[in-house]
Structures are given as C-alpha cells and as structure tokens.
C-alpha cells in the first residue's frame, strides 16, 4: 500500500479520533490534491501528517483550504515525549521542498516548535465553549434578549431544504464586504452532501412565524467539537435575532453529545466579543509558515 492507502486505513481504525479536517473524505472534497507522510512502528501507522499542495513545479505551495479550519499531524497518544517528538521530526523531514507551506496546529500541540525546520510562528485565536458551561446564565444580556424572540415569534430551527437560498445567506457577509467567496454554489451542494453522509455536520436554516428565512450556519462536527463554518442573515431581519438562535441551537446540540462547540476563530474584535457573549474563552493556536522566496 502507498502512504495514502495506508492512512486511509489508518483512519478506519482509528476513526473516532481522527478530526474532520484531516479525515480523507474532507481532503477529498476541499483540496486540490493532498498526500500524507507517516511514521510507522512495527507495521503501524503511529503518526500522520496528511497536506494539501497545489501548483506545480516552482509554483507548488502547501496550503489550507477553503473551509479548513485545521491542517496538522496526528501522534498517538501513547507516544512517550522523546518518542513524540521524534515522530514530529520525521514527519517534517518528508515533506516535499514548496515555495510556501502552511500548518494550523490544533491546540493540544501549541508547545510544539517548528522554528528548527525553517518554520516562523503566528499566533491566532479561537473561541471555545466547553459543554458544561454551555449555559443560558453564561449568555451576554443582549444574547439572552434574542433568544427569546424565538420563543415570543414562534421561530423554528431545522435543516435546510433550499441549499441555493441559505447558500445567499453564508455568503451574504463576503459579498457585502467585496471579499472573494469562499466556494461557490456547485462545490459547496457537493460539500454539504458529502458532510451529510459522513454525519459530520449540516446547514440549519431559522425561520420566522411568516416563513421568512432569517439566517443560515453551515455546522461541522467530529468526535471533539461543533465548528461553526460559515454564517449569515438576511439584512431586511438584521435585527431579528436569528443568527443568535442558530448559534445558540447548535451550541446545545453539541452540549447533548458532550462535546465543545468551536467558532473556529476571527481577528475582529466585535466578532470576539460576539462570540464571548455566548461564554466562549479565547484559545491560542500556533500557525505554521514558511517561505523560500
């Protein structure tokens, strides 16, 4: 078997610990192209860095895709410290020569350093909500205010039945702020149905009494975590609540799987302090790059 085959594999038998972003049907869906390098024990798979790459040639570049939110190793957790960090050598001694890579590190690997393999660190920020402080008392009094619309207004949270209208929606932010959409319509059908099957997560639509769409998220889920993707509402019902609503459903479907709910991060402190309202701490991740030119 080639590397890939055997981290298919790999996750196979391993697939409840194994995220979403660096589960093999995700880099199917998302990546131009994407390989793995591995380290391997008495025939076994102990450590994997999967990748996306694109370009060729001089061009050739590893990057994190559209709606990626993670690109990082994987290390058995029964690897000793010695062990563990000379699995993340050998990983990093395999990767292809690129003009630019880009590694996003999940969390638990913030005091990996990568800077002796030519990387420089930039230091980024997500919001985490862990299930047992997934609480009403925990939500901002502005937070609290919208959520009872829902209940005062008869609104109702389900799974999208029109792809092309809540699709508006998710990218109603990007084109107001003349920003390049993140994927379009085709690819993003495609993407959801591929979540869908793989019970990794939906789009849910909220709808007023009337029927009027008022907001959309695009939610992925694995073993660990809810990611809150992508989101929007409609600007006629800005101020409507139901992107508040959303949020706040999706927070407590993860809090009945016993899992953390991830806003998957911003820069903007009034996304920040949006996301606080909801009782999310601030966590630190370490990003990866590196360049030749």
Partial sequence: MNNKEKYQ????????IIPIFLQPFWLDAVAQKWEVVLVEKEGKVIG????????????QRIYLPTL????????????????????????????????????????KYSFVSLNKYGYFRETYHTYIIEPENAIYSNLSKNHQRNIEKEIKRSYSINESKDYNKSYELLISTFKTQKYKLPIELISFKKLVSIVQKNNAGSILDCM????????????????????????????????????TCLLWH????????????????????????????????????????????
């Fill in 250 to 293: 999706s927070i407590q479907l993860a809090k009945k799987e016993n899992l953390q709910f991830n806003f998957c991060g911003s820069n903007k402190k009034t996304i920040e302090n949006y996301f606080k309202g909801f009782g999310a701490e601030k966590q630190a991740l370490s990003i990866w790059k590196k360049g030749i030119l």
């Fill in 48 to 59: 994997a860095l999967p990748f996306c790459i694109k370009g060729k040639f001089i061009t």
């Fill in 208 to 243: 007023d009494e009337k029927g009027n769409l008022l907001a959309s998220i695009f939610f992925l889920k694995d073993n660990y975590s809810y990611y809150y993707s992508l989101g929007g509402y409609d600007s006629a019902f800005k101020n409507s609540g139901g992107m």
């Fill in 68 to 107: 990626s939110f993670y690109q990082s190793f994987i290390i058995n957790e029964s690897s000793t410290k010695t062990e563990f960090n000379s699995i993340v050598t050998t990983l990093y001694k395999q990767l292809p020569v690129t003009i630019k890579s880009y590694f996003k590190l999940f969390a």
């Fill in 9 to 16: 594999q790999y996750c196979i038998d391993n697939k409840t």
